[in-house]
């Protein structure tokens, strides 16, 4: 007995987007294919085409996406501690990702910024977005930190900021040959101890 065929798969475009996230990851924005984002996603190119236009729309969409999910998850982790809380697990969640099975992986930002800047304005505005963000979420929580007088108040919470920013973003990358926990948690032990009052 013939079987009547069945209807077309459903698909949620933000499983879409999250798979598309892992490729570009993966290969880079260059490197990765149509073909390889049908793969990845099980989906064929019509349907990707009514979610998005060409490969770059996706690749912004992802990278926006993933921006975006860092800098919520951070805020929500100040809003919930103190200001010596607040930083000291923001600098432990770096060391954990940079020091785990995703150390090697990297930053997806950075990884964006290394391949395609200087001379892709949008992503430029992407990248210059969540960089500034985490810098902004710093300055809050050092700020903060100052008006509670557990900071060090000689110097201003910008600066500070800018600089712990360097730090954990130079902790992405040294991800990439899988440093050693120990050493990475002394480092944010010393900057802890840089900032307070």
């Given at each position: ?134 810098v902004a979420r710093l300055t809050s929580i050092l700020q903060k930190g100052q008006q509670q007088g557990v900071f060090r108040c000689d110097e201003s919470a910008a600066v500070m900021a800018e600089c712990i920013f360097m730090m954990l973003e130079g902790m992405r990358v040294y991800g990439k040959i899988k440093p050693d926990i120990t050493m990475l948690r002394k ?11």
């Amino acid at each position: 007995m013939r079987q009547h065929a069945g209807r077309p798969r459903e698909f949620d475009p933000q499983d879409f987007l999250n798979s598309a996230l892992d490729c570009f990851w993966q290969q880079g924005y260059r490197a990765t294919s149509m073909a390889d984002l049908m793969k990845a996603s099980g989906l064929a190119s019509a349907s990707i085409y009514k979610l998005y236009a060409d490969k770059r729309s996706i690749f912004l969409a992802a990278l926006q996406q993933y921006m975006d999910a860092g800098l919520v998850r951070g805020k929500q982790r100040d809003d919930e501690l103190t200001p010596v809380d607040a930083l000291r697990e923001t600098l432990e969640f770096v060391a954990l990702v940079s020091s785990g099975p995703e150390g090697e992986k990297g930053c997806f930002t950075i990884a964006a910024a290394c391949e395609l800047l200087p001379g892709d304005a949008d992503v430029r505005a992407r990248v210059e977005y969540k960089f500034r963000g985490i810098v902004a979420r710093l300055t809050s929580i050092l700020q903060k930190g100052q008006q509670q007088g557990v900071f060090r108040c000689d110097e201003s919470a910008a600066v500070m900021a800018e600089c712990i920013f360097m730090m954990l973003e130079g902790m992405r990358v040294y991800g990439k040959i899988k440093p050693d926990i120990t050493m990475l948690r002394k480092t944010n032990d010393f900057i802890i101890k840089s900032v307070q009052g």
